[in-house]
């Protein structure tokens, strides 16, 4: 058999040297998510714009129901519009995250990666965090010259701090809902937008919990985006400072703490599931 | 052993049990034994083949063995190290490549979809781009092609680059050559067989295409039902069958014509393990079946010509066997003795053709 140079082997051993491991390799590997997935939607960049303005439109036609009652329920609606939108992508990035590796037919091999499982889970919530922020910055940038908004008063680096803790437990949240596309292939995705739909409906987005019907109520009390919407709300319209804002900071930051532990530990036993069940397949 | 350093097999099953089952209500409604006490040791830098197929379990058996699947019962272990206990430390050595496989980010291009697996690996980028690019050149792909604009061919060179990024110890080729040009599944057998040989890398390979196997595995298992029946090298495999003489005859004139179009259709092609449906292929085969000292027939058409493809005991059958196809009408247009193929040993062992159940004879 004739040899032919590009048809040698390639140079190295079994990944020693050239691959990074420990910690490194898992940071390096867990922004390769975030760098694929900003990949994606650059190549996806007409729908992208195309989302992006009907984002815009329908945060401000939200607001413009309030119009005729003063500027302060059109912020009131604003924060709504906007921190669902922000909420919703961390939310749903990281929930639809095993869908879309079985869609796109690299499950198998994102699985047998030799990388820990909470480096794909972090780098794809590192991705939904970043990807939502530029989204809701978008809206809120369009928003405010549409309406010349008066944030004077609002406290907005409190509002930003709510955000950030507030994060961390839809993520968790994300993680619990992300194991359902990896236990039923056909219907896991439907179920993630039925939790999506409850979460909009109990967490006072675009109205006060009060509203809901008394027997609702309590469910808005497991929900964090009932905290994050009252505290941001409060940091913007009233420009609540963080003092004032630690009680439910503080409820935002435990539920953190139990979701994502809990959420990666539901992940690892889903998973066990799967492989006991022969569910690590692609769709289509 | 958990380093993985073993001086033992590079791949190890000992009574190894894959049940599926369907449920209804929570009730067990139908249960599939994929796997049915596989016992297997692959040796380091050995290029092994698993020949069966389509749905003799050789997947269920790669995904086991590639931590994507768990066992019902037995113990795998892939380089010392448990598929169950030590699913971790296993990936980091091996790769798998799956035929048909229809994995990558459609709307990237082939090099950047590839780069991003080389970041699951850990490699640097001038390592990883280094890596696709030859990688690229070696299945002769252009890296700046979307991957949704791919071929089926294409996507498999693509899928086999990816299966070589992290340099494993161990690789799983699943129907690797499927859909491939015969030109560029010859280019890749090569590949291979050149890296296991200057690597000392281990190659489990499954195909349902026995020149594949007889090409470059240095010992191939053959298993049926999800039970291997027999492994030992390609020429071994066939000299078990040495003490039977092969021999193939053309046939023409007569009834050739129907009978050409009933194996066409299927009416005996399978040979002895299926039933008759009364046309001329199945009285030729029926009638060649019965004469003494013939242990199987498969026929094959081509062109309006038939072929038979007739196991016998001995020499001395001939004479009858002509004899009888001149009574039935057809001309002897050729006759030829030949070597026992792995199809022959598998024929012999499961009692069926290798694409009974949809795969390909060979290429």
Known sequence: MKRDAALSPPPGGALAPAARRGWLGELCSGWGFVERNFRLIRRYAAWEVAEQFYNVVNALTIALIGVAQGPEVVLYLTVGALLWGFLSVIFMEVATSVQWERWEGTIESTFMAPIHRLTFLLGTSAWAVLYGLVRTSVVLGAVALFFRMDLSRANLGAALLVLVVSSFSFIGLGLIAAVLPL?????????????????????????????????????????????????????????????????????????????????????????????????????? | MADGHTAGPAIEARSLRRVFQERRRGRVVKEHVALDGIDLEVRPGECFGLLGANGAGKTTLIKILCTLLLPTSGEARVLGMDVQREPAAIRRRINMVSGGEHSGYGILTVRESLWLFSQLYGLSNAEAFQRIDRLLKMVDLDGSVRVNKLSTGMRQKMNFARGFLNEPDVLFLDEPTLGLDVQTARRLRSFVREWVEERRKTVLLTTHYMMEADEICDRVAIISGGRILACDTPANLKRGLRQERVVRLELAGGAVAEAAAGVTRGDAAGGAARGGTGGAADVLRRAVQDVPGVRRVTLSALDGRVSARVHVESDGVLVQLVSTIAELGFDLHGLEKQDPTLEDVFLALTGRRLDDEGGAVGR
């Open chain 1, 183 to 284: 236990l039923s292939p056909e219907k896991g995705a439907q179920a993630t937008h039925i939790i999506q739909g409850v979460l909009l409906l109990i967490s006072g987005v675009y109205y006060e919990i009060d509203a809901l019907p008394a027997w609702l109520q309590p469910l808005s009390w497991i929900s964090p985006a009932t905290y994050t919407l009252r505290d941001v709300r409060r940091a913007v319209l009233h420009g609540a400072t963080v003092g004032q804002l630690a009680p439910d900071l503080l409820r935002l930051g435990l539920f953190a703490l139990v979701m994502i532990p809990l959420g990666y530990a539901v992940f690892a036993t889903a998973e066990r599931y799967a492989l006991r069940k022969g569910l690590l397949k692609r769709n289509g």
